[in-house]
Antibody, heavy 120, light 109 residues
Framework: QVQLVESGGGVVQPGRSLRLSCAASGFTFSSYAMHWVRQPPGKGLQCVALISYDGINKFHADSVKGRFTISRDNSKNTLYLQMNSLRVEDTALYYC?????????????WGQGTLVTVSS | SYELTQPPSVSVSPGQTARITCSGDALPKQHVYWYQQRPGQAPVLVIYKDTERPSGIPARFSGSSSGTTVALTISGVQAEDEADYYCQSADNSGTSYVVFGGGTKLTVL
């Protein structure tokens, strides 16, 4: 069965960096685009970044552009999110998510999330 | 930037029908996907491409589309359907790649 396990979250001061990882199993990781989606406490879902199956094409939401970078290592079945210059408003539960075969970057599997808290 | 608009809340009694809408100017040209998120859990895809139901999703969940509005309908609502529901589409406006609606809290009275 598909499993996505995020790690790397924690409490960090504004301006500092953090790297999230997502270990994938149960499917051919190298064949699927992958998302990072976040959810601030008590709020809705926000797209953060998307990467193509081969790592060549990357998209970042305007709110994180220039600060966050999505990447992947298909040899390790792992997705990453490098987060620099963190802000208080980046506080959220960060989900790793697999893109479906249905199109439109829709998502069929989500991890359980890793919590990032940015606070002084 | 492109937006999808959902009502913040919908309330129904058990056994009744709940209808959750999602509006957006580009929806006549875009498919919509619906996710259910129960408290403390990750989202689950319940409808794809406006009207299709993934395997394992109960038949009481259905989707429809009309112009700039799509809808998720839950027939014979059960207590376990109480959750937040989000619509999502691709964003071809150039400002992003995916857009989520703000979410609708379904309360089963």
């Amino acid at each position: 069965q598909v499993q996505l396990v995020e790690s790397g979250g924690g409490v960090v001061q504004p301006g500092r960096s953090l790297r999230l990882s997502c270990a994938a199993s149960g499917f051919t990781f190298s064949s699927y685009a992958m998302h990072w989606v976040r959810q601030p406490p008590g709020k809705g879902l926000q797209c953060v970044a998307l990467i193509s199956y081969d790592g060549i094409n990357k998209f970042h939401a305007d709110s994180v552009k220039g600060r966050f970078t999505i990447s992947r290592d298909n040899s390790k079945n792992t997705l990453y999110l490098q987060m620099n210059s963190l802000r208080v408003e980046d506080t959220a539960l960060y989900y790793c998510a697999k893109v479906t075969d249905y199109g439109d970057y829709s998502i069929d599997y989500w991890g359980q999330g890793t919590l990032v808290t940015v606070s002084s | 930037s492109y937006e999808l608009t959902q009502p913040p809340s919908v309330s129904v009694s058990p056994g009744q029908t709940a209808r959750i809408t999602c509006s957006g100017d580009a929806l006549p040209k875009q498919h919509v996907y619906w996710y259910q998120q129960r408290p403390g859990q990750a989202p689950v895809l319940v409808i794809y491409k406006d009207t299709e139901r993934p395997s394992g999703i109960p038949a009481r969940f259905s989707g429809s589309s009309s112009g700039t509005t799509v809808a998720l309908t839950i027939s014979g609502v059960q207590a376990e359907d109480e959750a937040d529901y989000y619509c999502q589409s691709a964003d071809n406006s150039g400002t992003s790649y995916v857009v989520f609606g703000g979410g609708t809290k379904l309360t089963v009275l």
